[in-house]
């Protein structure tokens, strides 16, 4: 019997594939995927086909709400170097080795001009923002330099203030009225004026240097050394926005140019000065003055206890009083003082009586007039005015000086101001100015400055100590061998 078509491979009949089997003939069809109860699972296609797809596909592309990291990575990726891949039609295609792909190589080409080239094009674009910022701090740093913003700054006298100190130096430029100057004195002039000017100018200070080779007009009144009360007087009269003038002899050097006058001393004035001068009272001045006719302000040992009341601000050595250092405050009270100093029938009567001149001359006054006393205040001496040892000090049994807290320096303490009071008469002066500015550098060296300094000490310990390891030579080393 001849069939019409191809029968069905199933057992029972009918086609695996729906639609193949009539269902007019009454044969049973088999059920798609029937397999372990499966059947009719339309999940199982689905998902099939899904997987299908993601193997078979592309990915879609998704511009939108990417996230930030592939946004980040697509623009690193966009600064990186570039990349030569070749291809098999390429002349240096190796498909064994596969040598060349994906190496890098400058993209102007071969050579050592075009690698470098090349490879500082690429640093500098992927630094630039680095690149840019310190070039703005170098200009700013440059400027600020060039133009002291900083000094400006602190001297007005509504920010830092520093237009209120005048710093004022003696020096005899012209090389004195008695007598002339040599090479070292000149160096102590240099020395002295730098430090000074660079100190004022750091803070906004106003600095007077005092030349006092013109004033010959003292030398024939006997008051030549008088003349540093005239000077405050005309800086006053100078500068009248001013409130407190500072007064420094040539001989004075200062160790911490990084502090400020307003931080060392004016910030806490009560607590840097003391008005009863029983707490160190070398000259035995009885104090307060017993008067029945004195207010009591005036015979109170510590005045009326007022820091706005101090307008002169003085320290004491081993001898007495000591103006090498000071500071006199602009008031009515300043200006008689010193019209009363600068009498002439101190200095004409007195000026052989006292060795010191001026200094004996303050001394009188702050004995024989109670109501100065009310208006001075006292500092311990090495606040503003350090001795070296060879000053105001004491020998040991081997004629060493010996070291006094209240007078001497002391590099542990930083004290803030040398002066080399008396060096004239028997001392190098300019062999103590040495040391102490050799010493204030070596003291106020920045990180780097330390860095090097420890470097180069240590390389020349090392180089020192393999000089003491080498062998000594013998004696005929220099010459010949003689056989035996």
């Not at 106003?206 to 005239?230: C, F, G, P, Q």
């Amino acid at each position: 019997m001849s069939l019409s078509r191809t029968p069905s491979p199933s057992l029972n009949g009918g086609w695996t594939s729906q639609g193949l089997t009539d269902s007019r003939t009454g044969s049973p069809s088999r059920r798609l995927y029937d397999m372990d109860g499966f059947a009719d699972n339309d999940a199982h296609w689905a998902a099939a086909r899904a997987k299908s797809q993601a193997i078979r596909g592309y990915p879609t592309i998704q511009t939108k709400n990417e996230g930030f990291f592939k946004r980040t990575s697509r623009h690193v990726s966009q600064v990186l170097p570039t990349f030569n891949s070749f291809s098999p039609q390429d002349k240096n295609w190796r498909d064994q080795e596969k040598l060349g792909r994906g190496r890098w190589h400058p993209a102007g080409g071969e050579g050592k001009f075009s690698t470098v080239r090349t490879f500082l094009g690429n640093f500098l674009r992927k630094f630039k923002f680095v690149f840019l910022v310190l070039g703005v701090v170098a200009i700013l740093t440059t400027a600020m330099s060039q133009a002291n913003i900083r000094g400006r700054y602190r001297g007005n006298s509504r920010l830092g203030g520093g237009s209120k100190f005048v710093i004022i130096l003696a020096a005899n430029e012209g090389g004195g009225v008695m007598d002339w100057k040599g090479p070292k004195e000149w160096a102590i002039e240099r020395d002295s004026v730098r430090n000074k000017r660079l100190y004022a100018e750091r803070w906004g200070y106003n600095l007077e240097i005092a030349d006092m080779s013109t004033k010959k007009r003292y030398a024939h009144e006997w008051r030549e050394s008088w003349e540093k009360v005239d000077v405050i007087r005309n800086c006053m009269a100078k500068y009248p926005k001013a409130e407190w003038f500072w007064w420094l002899d040539l001989n004075t050097f200062i160790m911490e140019p990084s502090i400020s006058l307003q931080k060392h001393i004016f910030d806490s004035l009560e607590e840097t000065t003391y008005r009863d001068i029983n707490h160190y009272n070398p000259l035995n001045i009885t104090h307060p003055p017993q008067s029945g006719f004195l207010d009591p302000v005036s015979r109170s040992p510590t005045g009326d206890n007022l820091t706005s009341s101090i307008d002169l601000i003085i320290s004491q050595d081993c001898g007495g009083f000591n103006l090498g250092s000071f500071f006199v405050r602009r008031s009515a009270w300043s200006d008689r003082l010193l019209d009363i100093w600068w009498d002439p029938v101190l200095y004409e009567q007195k000026h052989m009586a006292w060795e010191h001149k001026e200094q004996d001359a303050l001394e009188h006054l702050y004995t024989a007039q109670p109501h100065i006393r009310t208006h001075v205040a006292f500092v311990e001496q090495r606040k503003i005015n350090s001795f070296p040892l060879a000053a105001c000090g004491k020998q040991g049994a081997m004629g060493e000086d010996l070291f006094d807290d209240r007078f001497h320096y002391n590099a542990l303490d930083r004290d803030f101001l040398v002066n080399m009071a008396g060096c004239e008469w028997g001392r190098d002066c300019w062999g103590e100015m040495y040391k102490f500015r050799e010493l204030s550098n070596k003291l106020n060296r920045n990180l780097w400055q330390r860095l090097l300094d420890w470097r180069k000490d240590r390389f020349g310990r090392r180089l020192s100590q393999d000089v003491k390891e080498q062998p000594e030579l013998p004696a005929n080393a220099g010459g010949k061998v003689r056989r035996r």
